[in-house]
């Protein structure tokens, strides 16, 4: 039986050094993708003054309130899909006069609003099937 000589003084040091390196090249590119990514698709506006520096959301006053007639496109593309399941929601969209882009964006503030997002709750389980109670508790 032959003995062979292990010429590295550490057991799987190499393996080691080598996983150590990968692990820190994987860290460098996940964690600035992961800061990169914001947490809110609102952009935010910088403005510079001699005083300091101010932050402000750009669509802070678009996001307060969204019109009654908005909400109602927003149901009645649910609605078109709920009715036709083949209907994208480009099709469905476009119909209310909406690009997929702005129902989106529409989504998002209808989402952020607690009361908005249960009234859209409750119009589309009345129009899916219109014995439905008004809220998840009732039901």
């Given at each position: 039986?032959?003995?062979?000589?292990?010429?590295i003084?550490?057991?799987g040091?190499?393996?080691?050094?080598?996983?150590?390196?990968?692990?820190?090249?994987?860290?460098?590119?996940?964690?600035?993708?992961?800061?990169?990514?914001?947490?809110?698709?609102?952009?935010?506006?910088?403005?510079?003054?001699?005083?300091?520096?101010?932050?402000?959301?750009?669509?802070?006053?678009?996001?307060?309130?969204?019109?009654p007639?908005q909400?109602d496109?927003?149901?009645?593309?649910?609605?078109?899909?709920?009715?036709?399941?083949?209907?994208?929601?480009e099709?469905?969209?476009?119909?209310?006069g909406?690009t997929?882009t702005?129902?989106r964006?529409?989504?998002?503030?209808?989402?952020r609003?607690?009361?908005l997002?249960?009234?859209?709750?409750t119009?589309?389980r009345?129009?899916a099937n219109?014995?439905a109670?008004?809220?998840?508790?009732?039901?």
């Amino acid at each position: 039986m032959k003995a062979y000589k292990n010429s590295i003084p550490i057991s799987g040091g190499l393996s080691a050094l080598i996983a150590a390196t990968v692990l820190v090249i994987c860290a460098a590119i996940a964690i600035p993708k992961a800061r990169a990514t914001p947490t809110s698709p609102t952009p935010l506006i910088v403005i510079a003054s001699g005083t300091g520096t101010v932050q402000t959301d750009a669509d802070e006053d678009d996001d307060k309130d969204v019109p009654p007639a908005q909400v109602d496109k927003y149901v009645s593309v649910y609605r078109s899909m709920q009715k036709d399941h083949g209907l994208t929601v480009e099709q469905a969209a476009s119909k209310q006069g909406m690009t997929v882009t702005q129902f989106r964006s529409l989504e998002d503030k209808i989402e952020r609003d607690d009361t908005l997002r249960e009234r859209v709750r409750t119009a589309l389980r009345k129009a899916a099937n219109p014995n439905a109670k008004d809220t998840d508790q009732e039901q």
